[in-house]
């Protein structure tokens, strides 16, 4: 069984957090959600030294990685070092989901605003190594989405190299 950990901005994003776990909870193995170390300053550490204190302490053995993309996420660091912690295990599974507050919420592949979309998750979108949907609790489907993100982590390299934008 898949272990599913929850990547979100903290404080605007815990509305949908809450809805998606109420929804999916019994369904789906979720094991960790966001956090941000309040306690680390992040001027003392390098960006790897963070990705891997949080692969090792907050991802530990999980292997799905959903990203909930509000309309400031792309600006939190802890999403983006659970972006890249995610990326660096070859056998974790990513995907994102447009919450309703994101410009990009009900896109289409043609139309899509990349500054509001954690730079590494649309590089790797772009690469089709992964997939973005829209938030609609009526219709989600995070199982088969699970399922389409493994095969194409089969089928196409990621790409871990883009560089975060923003900390707010």
Not at 11 to 32: P, R
Not at 59 to 80: A, F, H, M, P, Y
Not at 97 to 119: M, R, S, V, W
Not at 138 to 149: Q, Y
């Amino acid at each position: 069984m898949k272990k599913v950990f929850i990547a979100y901005h903290l404080g605007k994003d815990d509305e949908y957090k809450n809805q998606f776990l109420e929804k999916f909870q019994e369904k789906i193995n979720i094991t960790n959600e966001s956090y941000y170390p309040e306690e680390v300053n992040d001027r003392l550490f390098s960006d790897q030294d963070l990705i891997n204190k949080v692969k090792q302490e907050v991802l530990q053995d999980t292997n799905v990685t959903i990203v909930l993309i509000g309309s400031e996420t792309w600006k939190r660091k802890n999403v983006d070092w659970e972006i890249a912690a995610s990326l660096q295990d070859p056998k974790s599974l990513i995907l994102g989901i447009f919450l309703a507050t994101n410009n990009n919420y009900g896109f289409t592949k043609k139309l899509i605003d990349e500054k509001t979309i954690p730079a590494r998750l649309i590089e790797n979108y772009k690469k089709g190594y992964l997939q973005l949907y829209n938030w609609n609790p009526i219709s989600m489907k995070p199982l088969e989405w699970i399922t389409i993100a493994e095969e194409q982590t089969a089928q196409v390299a990621h790409n871990n190299l883009a560089l975060f934008r923003q900390n707010l």
